[in-house]
């Protein structure tokens, strides 16, 4: 879900303003030590990366904020690029981020990695199993706990900014830049505005990525690898749509998890090097390629179109059995 | 000054194989304005397959290297054939994400193989052999890197300059239409781009593989540092990518020799970022790079 929500984020940028980003482990490195840096503990020993202890409620706004900060100073920079041009920067600012993440190590401990807060509302930790009404919860059910609410109400603010007059603009200058000019929307505003909206749900994600349970990172974590699938799950869920990034993040970071629980490799491959992260990779890669090629609107697109077809079929059936087909509610397309 | 040359002579070695990726980049950005971000894993899999072929089957080196070629050369046509020839007319986006397909697909293909790790290169000579002078070690891969790379350069200059196909491939380069109605093959051009960008690529990995001693499933990305070396001269000018190509890697090599002087201040790691650094720059004062065509557009 944390996944999800990054994804979110990516989509904003390259899916809905069609600007093509790499970076967004840049960005949720930022959120991430941003929150370390408020929300961790107490330096133990002298050395020990800083930590303020703050709560939640400081930490995790402050990781968006700082992220989009940092958005809004790159920006300037990077978006006066287009199309390759572009993605090869984002890229550049990953490669720059590991070697600052690496070097910062006052806040981000170093290579070796840091602690990171664990979410917690006062006595309320979501990190330990606490029992609730007589329930005892384990870590990760906690988890999901916390993250539903979370990753709903982005998925609504995303929605509905989407629909607005700035998310209009948005698409407009995915579609076309000269037309979007043309008919008044100031494109770098713009631009900005979506690189800076991207960055704040970015450095979210990662504050929250880092402080999933364990709560552990290394600069490395934040590579280029982690950037691709990312927009891995974009395509396959679903260019442009919120409920494709939830698909699609879903797929590909729940396939190798899926894959290892319900141990659908035989045993005799473990010896071969195969892994369930190889396996879900060449899968992902395949369908990359495959929805590139025929449903570049990824899953979100098939099933769009599949409803719209079953729709249209129940019209003319109605149509036939001599029943006015009502002005049925139309077919909602999310542009 | 000895140690300076040291540098030099190595920051040379390795732009060469910047500058075989980059021509890779070049010559398919060219002639079909695609960039194939899965250039890197065809360095991966050409060393892979010519490792293989000379360790595990008994090869001859050149036989492997014939081998590893016609592999990756097959790849990158049929992918062009298959995958990208119905791209045509799609956003950049959508092209760019399909050759990001292609890379996790191949890079994940050596994984799964499971002989990935720890792999010895395929080689004709030894690992560190060469010749010291004046203080200064000249490896034996780093000399045959840079001829090898000049073989290259001069066989592709011939090959573009006085061969038909090389004539009909910059005709499409400068005006796609324009070649169609004279009767150029785009097809043929498109396979021909693949082809060769896919051979350089295997050139370049073999002697990369070489030059790290042993090499897993991250080889290929050390491509990653030809794309400075593509902005740098200019993404649609192919003696531009050789000259980026020697650059970054002087440059990176330079600093990483460099750095423990000025450690305090940079801090570990400087070298990896450099080429980016300069990239940026480049991309600020001079977009269309060093040789590149300058494009003109108004809004």
């Known amino acids: 879900m944390i996944a999800a929500m990054a994804t979110l984020s990516l989509n904003i940028l390259s899916g809905y303003t069609g600007l093509i980003s790499l970076g967004i482990t840049f960005f949720m490195g930022i959120g991430a030590y ?35 900060l940092t958005g809004a100073l790159v920006g300037p920079t990077a978006l006066r690029l287009k199309g390759f041009y572009l993605a090869i920067v984002t890229l550049a600012l990953v490669f720059i981020g590991l070697y600052l993440f690496k070097n910062a190590r ?188 025929f449903e570049p609107t990824g899953v979100i697109g098939f099933i769009r179109r599949v409803t719209s077809l079953i729709q249209r079929f129940d019209e003319r059936a109605k149509v036939k059995g001599g029943v006015k087909a009502n002005a049925s509610e139309p077919v909602e397309l999310e542009s | 000054m000895a140690y300076f040359i040291q540098l030099a002579f190595a920051g040379l070695a390795q732009g060469c194989i910047y500058a075989l990726v980059a021509l ?83 890079r994940t293909g050596v994984v799964m193989t499971g002989k990935a790790n720890e792999r010895p290169p395929a080689t004709p000579y030894g690992i560190a052999s060469g010749v010291n002078y004046g203080g200064v070690h000249f490896g034996e891969n780093a000399l045959w890197t840079i001829l090898v790379t000049l073989i290259c350069c001069v066989a592709l200059y011939i090959f573009f300059r006085y061969t038909r196909y090389g004539l009909a491939m910059r005709a499409a380069a400068i005006d796609q239409e324009a070649a169609l109605a004279m009767g150029v093959n785009i097809r043929l051009v498109y396979a021909l781009a693949w082809g060769i960008a896919a051979a350089v690529a295997t050139i370049a990995g073999i002697f990369l593989a070489i030059n790290v001693t042993t090499f897993d499933s991250t080889l290929g990305s050390i491509a990653l540092f030809a794309f400075p070396a593509i902005i740098l001269g200019g993404l649609d000018s192919i003696p531009g990518a050789v000259v980026g190509g020697v650059v970054i890697g002087l440059v990176q090599l330079l600093t990483q020799g460099y750095e423990s002087h000025i450690a305090n201040f940079v801090g570990i790691g400087f070298d990896t970022i450099t080429p980016y650094l300069l990239m940026i720059i480049i991309l600020l004062v001079r977009p269309y790079g060093l040789f590149g065509t300058r494009k003109v557009e108004r809004v």
């Open chain 1, 106 to 293: 006052a806040i981000t401990g170093g290579p070796q990695g840091r602690i990171f807060p664990t979410p917690s509302f006062g006595d309320l930790s979501f990190s330990s199993p606490t029992p609730v009404f007589g329930v005892l919860l384990t870590t990760n059910q906690w988890y999901f706990l916390l993250l539903t609410p979370l990753l709903a109400l982005m998925a609504l603010f995303v929605h509905n900014v989407m629909r607005s007059r700035a998310g209009r603009a948005f698409q407009a200058v995915r579609d076309n830049e000269t037309g979007a000019a043309i008919i008044g929307v100031n494109l770098f505003q713009a631009k900005m505005s979506a690189f800076i909206f991207s960055s704040f749900l970015a450095g979210i994600a990662g504050a929250l990525w880092a402080s999933y349970p364990g709560g552990y990172a290394e600069p490395n974590t934040w590579n280029l690898i982690l950037a691709i699938q990312f927009v891995a799950a974009m395509l396959v869920g679903g260019v442009a749509s919120v409920w494709g990034s939830i698909l699609g993040a879903a797929f590909v970071f729940g396939l190798p998890l899926a894959l290892d629980t319900f141990s659908l490799i035989p045993q005799s491959t473990s010896n071969t090097g195969l892994t369930s992260g190889d396996l879900s990779a060449i899968l992902y890669g395949l369908l990359i390629i495959l929805f590139m090629l």
């Open chain 1, 34 to 68: 941003t929150a370390a840096w408020l929300g961790g503990p107490h330096p133990f020993f002298p050395g020990d990366p800083v930590g303020l202890n703050l709560s939640i409620f400081i930490w995790l706004p402050a990781a968006g904020v700082v992220a989009a």
């Open chain 2, 24 to 106: 890779g980049f070049t010559i398919i950005f060219k002639s079909s304005g695609v960039i194939n971000f899965a250039q890197g894993e065809f360095l991966l899999v050409g060393a892979f397959i010519a490792s293989v072929a000379t360790f595990e089957w008994g090869l001859n080196f050149f036989l492997a290297v014939f081998i590893a070629l016609l592999i990756t050369v097959l790849i990158g046509v049929l992918f062009e054939r298959f995958a990208l020839r119905y791209m045509i007319g799609r956003p950049a986006f959508a092209i760019i994400m399909i050759t990001i397909g292609l890379d996790i697909l191949l």
